[in-house]
Nanobody
Framework: QVQLVESGGGLVQAGGSLTLSCAAS????????MGWYRQAPGKQRELVAT???????NYADSVKGRFTISRDNAKNTVYLQMKSLKPEDTAVYYC??????????WGQGTQVTVSS
């Protein structure tokens, strides 16, 4: 059974940094695209960043230049390095993995709170 488990969330002051990790288990073949999404209270879940297996990246305009997505294919892990955090980055952050021949899976989410 595929599971994605996020870690690294927490409380940080504006201007600070956090790094999120998401480790996948139960992978039979490989993971194709991986990504980070977030959902703030009262808002829809939105894309933050995605990365292909070949490390091609895509970012939401709101995080470009501040967030960096990366992955370790050997460890089936994706990371999100977040710098210059703003209060509007406060949300539950979810990782998603498109697992080859097994389907799409989501993690349970990790809370990121940025205080002003």
């Amino acid at each position: 059974q595929v599971q994605l488990v996020e870690s690294g969330g927490g409380l940080v002051q504006a201007g600070g940094s956090l790094t999120l990790s998401c480790a996948a288990s139960g992978i039979i073949f490989s993971i194709n695209d991986m990504g980070w999404y977030r959902q703030a209270p009262g808002k829809q879940r939105e894309l933050v960043a995605t990365i292909t297996r070949g490390a091609r990246t895509n970012y939401a305009d709101s995080v470009k230049g501040r967030f960096t997505i990366s992955r370790d294919n050997a460890k089936n892990t994706v990371y999100l390095q977040m710098k210059s955090l703003k209060p509007e980055d406060t949300a539950v952050y979810y990782c998603k993995g498109a697992v080859y021949r097994q389907g799409d899976y989501w993690g349970q989410g990790t809370q990121v709170t940025v205080s002003s």
